[in-house]
């Protein structure tokens, strides 16, 4: 993974930015999707929603599917023809718009071209709001109790955007909240995209070893910026009859400095 380099902020004359929402969280999750435009616009930026976006094409890729994760691609490519950052609050689809799409289209320059260029301006969310947005929740006056979390990161947003520091930094800053490490957290959870339908009793070994290493820490509260990862983890909790909430970043966050005036 190579070091990125941060512009210095979005253009103070044009504060656009795009927001790509992922297909879990426009169908399942679009709350996390809503406090990260709030977050966006707590900073002053206008935020953009091209109404024709859908999935990164992930679940196409990782099951060996490439013409299908192009076909999506494809799709998508025009609709952030603005030269914008494009916000994506999930690390793993960020990871295959920033890493991914430029290959699907390695025998059509054209395309190439298009996909090369969206990719240097695709950002995961913590990373955007660290880097580029410099945001200081330090000064946040507290307005909520004191809150103990265990955090986990997806497999695509630790190992492909190194996004796991940028979410420590942000959680670590906030007022009244200690983050907690936990034995299991540098482990998938089991989700994997189709992986946890595939092989669905390695998948739930998985998962449960996570619950059990999160809730040994006493927090009741984890936060993770991947949906896929936080249904799997939440629903195999309240299977379980585990005493442990989930919680996207985005929202969060969102509950901390600004919602919970």
Request: net charge negative; hydrophobic share 40%.
């Amino acid at each position: 993974m190579q070091a990125r380099h941060y512009p210095p902020g979005p253009d103070k004359d044009a504060p656009h930015v795009y927001l790509f929402g992922t297909c879990v969280i426009d169908l399942f999750m679009p709350e996390a999707g809503l406090d990260a435009v709030r977050l966006l616009e707590r900073e002053g930026l206008t935020v953009h929603f091209p109404r024709g976006q859908s999935c990164c094409g992930q679940p196409a890729y990782s099951s060996g599917n490439p013409d299908q994760a192009r076909a999506v691609a494809r799709a998508q490519l025009d609709l952030f023809s603005q030269p914008w950052p494009v916000i994506v609050p999930s690390g793993s689809c960020a990871g295959m718009m920033r890493h991914h799409w430029p290959a699907l289209f390695d025998d059509e320059p054209a395309a190439a071209a298009k996909a090369r260029e969206l990719s240097t301006r695709v950002y995961e969310l913590s990373e955007f709001l660290l880097h580029v947005l410099r945001v200081n929740f330090a000064e946040t006056q507290q307005l909520l109790p004191d809150e103990q979390i265990v955090l986990h990161t997806s497999c695509g947003a630790r190992r492909e955007m190194g996004t796991r520091a940028h979410g420590v930094a942000l959680l670590d800053a906030l007022p009244g909240v200690s983050r907690v490490e936990h034995a299991r957290e540098s482990e998938c959870c089991g989700f994997g995209g189709t992986f946890s339908l595939k092989h669905d009793d390695i998948s739930g070994a998985m998962v449960g070893d996570k619950i059990a290493s999160a809730c040994a820490t006493g927090c009741e509260r984890l936060v993770s910026a991947d949906c896929g990862c936080l249904l799997n983890i939440g629903h195999a909790a309240r299977r379980q009859g585990a005493p442990l909430q989930v919680e996207h970043l985005a929202s969060f966050l969102w509950r901390r400095v600004g919602g919970g005036a």
